[in-house]
């Protein structure tokens, strides 16, 4: 069975800085494209920011634009998030997701596989 475990979630103040971290089992895991997507108290799950397979295209949420960095190291079936200047809007519980789209796509239902999601807290 194919597994996505997030870590790197915690508690940090508004304009700090976190890294998360999502490690997968997929066996052709270079094949996918990768995105992390959040659900804060009360909305929807969204789109934050996704990876394609090579790690050279990638898209953001405009609300993330110049704050987050998504990496994908396909050497240790991992990708990233780092996350900066950070703000309490941004409390949410992130997933990251693996998509067998070879560029990063947004919808949901494009990805196949869920991590079950690590929670960020952004103080004021």
């Known amino acids: 069975q194919v597994q996505l475990v997030e870590s790197g979630g915690g508690l940090v103040q508004a304009g700090g800085s976190l890294r998360l971290s999502c490690t997968s089992s997929?066996?052709?895991?270079?094949?996918?494209?990768m995105g992390w997507f959040r659900q804060a108290p009360g909305k929807e799950r969204e789109f934050v920011a996704g990876v394609g397979w090579n790690g050279e295209s990638s898209r953001y949420a405009d609300s993330v634009k110049g704050r987050f960095t998504i990496s994908k190291d396909n050497s240790k079936n991992t990708v990233y998030l780092q996350m900066g200047s950070l703000k309490p809007e941004d409390t949410a519980v992130y997933y990251c997701?693996?998509?067998?789209?070879?560029?990063?796509?947004?919808?949901?239902?494009?990805?196949?596989?869920w991590g079950p999601g690590t929670q960020v807290t952004v103080s004021s």
């Open positions: 997929i066996r052709t895991y270079s094949l996918y494209s």
């Open positions: 997701a693996a998509s067998p789209s070879l560029s990063p796509i947004t919808g949901q239902r494009g990805y196949g596989y």
